[in-house]
């Protein structure tokens, strides 16, 4: 059984930052994507993050795009999500998750993960 779990998750000033970590246990974390997704009350979660399974290759959403970083330590079993720059927008409920395929593409989809955390609260104040 795979399990995620989130951490780092806080409240913070607009314009901070935040370091999110996610550790893996039960699975074999390093053949998989993985990617960070958030959902903010009365909405759809959304796809924020993701990265391959070496880390040379990471795709973002639009809304993020150079002010957080993700990155991976395989040998840790751990997937990190660095915050700068954030904004009230950002308030959200993140989840870590693995993806369905240890395939080479990169997924994008929530529907492409099968395994999530319990998820981090992450409130920005304007």
């Known amino acids: 059984q795979v399990q995620l779990v989130e951490s780092g998750g806080g409240l913070v000033q607009a314009g901070g930052s935040l370091r999110l970590s996610c550790a893996a246990s039960g699975g074999t974390f390093s053949s998989y994507n993985m990617g960070w997704f958030r959902q903010a009350p009365g909405k759809e979660r959304e796809f924020v993050a993701v990265i391959n399974w070496s880390g040379g290759r990471t795709s973002y959403a639009d809304s993020v795009k150079g002010r957080f970083t993700i990155s991976r330590d395989n040998a840790k ?33 929530l529907y492409d993960y099968a395994y999530w955390g319990q998820g981090t609260q992450v409130t920005v104040s304007s």
């Open 77 to 109: 079993n751990t997937v990190y999500l660095q915050m700068n720059s954030l904004k009230p927008e950002d308030t959200a409920v993140y989840y870590c998750a693995q993806a369905r395929s240890s395939g080479s593409y990169i997924y994008t989809s």
